[in-house]
């Protein structure tokens, strides 16, 4: 079993900065690419960025400029670094990770629970 521990979501004003991160655990053989995603109320799930385990990323368009995806191997864990800040970046942001596990030698994505990003005055 493999779980996913997202961390520093909250409240920040516009223009402001926030960085998320991610640790994977647990029965870990490899992680192949990493992802942030978001959703905000009555709106589907979007993709925010990913980083492959070789450090390739895609942003979406509404995150390129301002938001910087990153990851440590070593530790199993991924980064957002999230600046200037707009009100239409509010959602609940996910992370992701396609984990090959150790026994039995299965590869699948696993999702964490979520942290409330808030923009707003």
């Known amino acids: 079993q493999v779980q996913l521990v997202e961390s520093g979501g909250g409240l920040v004003q516009p223009g402001g900065s926030l960085r998320l991160s991610c640790a994977a655990s647990g029965s870990i053989f490899s992680i192949n690419a990493m992802g942030w995603y978001r959703q905000a109320p009555g709106k589907q799930r979007e993709l925010v960025a990913t980083?492959?385990?070789?450090?390739?990323?895609n942003y979406a368009d509404s995150a390129k400029g301002r938001f910087t995806i990153s990851r440590d191997n070593a530790k199993n864990t991924v980064f957002l670094q999230m600046n200037s800040l707009k009100p239409e970046d509010t959602a609940v942001y996910y992370c992701s990770s396609d984990v090959t596990s150790f026994s039995p030698r299965l590869r699948r994505v696993y999702w964490g629970q979520g942290t409330q990003v808030t923009v707003s005055s």
């Open positions: 980083i492959t385990s070789g450090g390739s990323t």
